[in-house]
């Protein structure tokens, strides 16, 4: 089991910003693919955006515009950058790595709170 160490969440107003970093630097195994998917309560879990290892991106259309991932400096680590925050993105926020091999394996994070209030 590969540690998923997250950081950033918080509250926040509406328009604000926040940064989540998450860092998958434990893996003995390349990780293929990083990112954050969210969960609010009494919902299921949806894609926040999710960044190969040769940089393709994939955004939630709800987040298209306000927030952006990018790849830390440091090996299998990422940022989301949150921009213009509305109360709808409250959730908490789980990072995500993927492997493809010796065999396919998701790891998840513990994840981190973001609260943005009206």
């Known amino acids: 089991q590969v540690p998923l160490v997250e950081s950033g969440g918080g509250l926040v107003q509406a328009g604000g910003s926040l940064r989540l970093s998450c860092d998958a630097s434990g893996s003995r195994f390349s990780i293929d693919a990083m990112g954050w998917y969210r969960q609010a309560p009494g919902k299921q879990r949806e894609l926040v955006v999710t960044i190969t290892s040769s940089g393709i991106t994939n955004y939630a259309d709800s987040v298209k515009g306000r927030f952006t991932i990018s790849v830390g400096n440091a090996k299998n680590t990422v940022h989301l950058q949150m921009n213009a925050l509305k109360p709808e993105d409250t959730a908490r926020y789980y990072c995500?790595?993927?492997?493809?091999?010796?065999?396919?394996?998701?790891?998840w994070g513990q994840g981190t709170q973001v609260t943005v209030s009206s």
């Open positions: 995500y790595a993927h492997r493809t091999a010796p065999w396919p394996y998701d790891y």
